[in-house]
């Protein structure tokens, strides 16, 4: 799941957020623990960079009402109309303000947030250390970035087997050599040296586990399979036949080896956060 460069269609963006709302409701619980350790306070201002459907908003708004403010920002009108629809009806909704804006040039003076937060978004960017610069910008000094993404080698479907996994792996990244450079689906693991590279101060980082067994909820097992399915399509031509044949037999639901529903199924990923604060600089407001 990544960003898109070229405009959504209204039917892309149905699509893209039903699979941003099972992957987001399939780890609730580590989600809602990630965002209580932002340890916002009431009346703070948010930035949700690159918010698409929303998902992560009413938590936020949640956290600073009621007095503060979280504004989501997304290149995409159609997801943030859902975004609109999702938040309506929400207590903390008044709080909360939507705006169409590209991540490199935000519509925002400098030094404008407590927080911003960026989930999910950062590995489907072609240039992710400008990105940090622009959320370095718009947040005050003394105020957090915070971004939280994945490395696909951290998610792990047990019990394949680890000559085939490391296979799946290779597969993966000559597709991502050759067909698209600039979505970093590791980026996880380069996370906190990007904060690093920006210049935010005391950058830190966590790793948040979700683990999950069999039997998996209904919810679960479709964010799996949402997640592999496309990521096999991808490894497919860089793998053998036989390869091929087992992963279909593995993944497939009408498959009677399906591996989602084998009671000896597990399942972990590893979400990273990496935080840092934006510097005080002589020029800017404090
Ligand atoms: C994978 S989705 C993640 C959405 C949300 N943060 C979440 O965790 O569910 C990435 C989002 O970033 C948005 N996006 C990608 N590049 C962007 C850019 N340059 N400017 C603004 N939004 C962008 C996409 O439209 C999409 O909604």
Redesign the pocket.
Known sequence: ?????SP?SAEQ?VG?AAR?DR??TAQLPERKQIVAHLLLRPGQWVL?????????LSELARAIGPTGKVVG????AP?LNLAQKKIADLPYSHLVELKE????HLPFPAATFDLV?????LH??DQPLA?LQELKRVARPGGQVVA?DTDYTRRIFLPLEPALEQRVQTALLRAIEVENPAHDIFLGRRLLGLFQETGFERCGQHIYTVARTAPLRPLEQAHIHDFINPQLEKAAPYLDQADRLELYELFSPQSPRYMLVRPEFHYLELLVIAFGISPFTPDAPA
């Open positions: 799941m990544c960003a898109e460069s959504m963006a893209l941003l992957w987001h949700d960079a690159g918010c698409g459907n929303g998902v992560f920002v997304d290149q995409s997801l804006a590209d991540l490199y937060w960026i989930a999910s978004t489907g960017q990105v939280l």
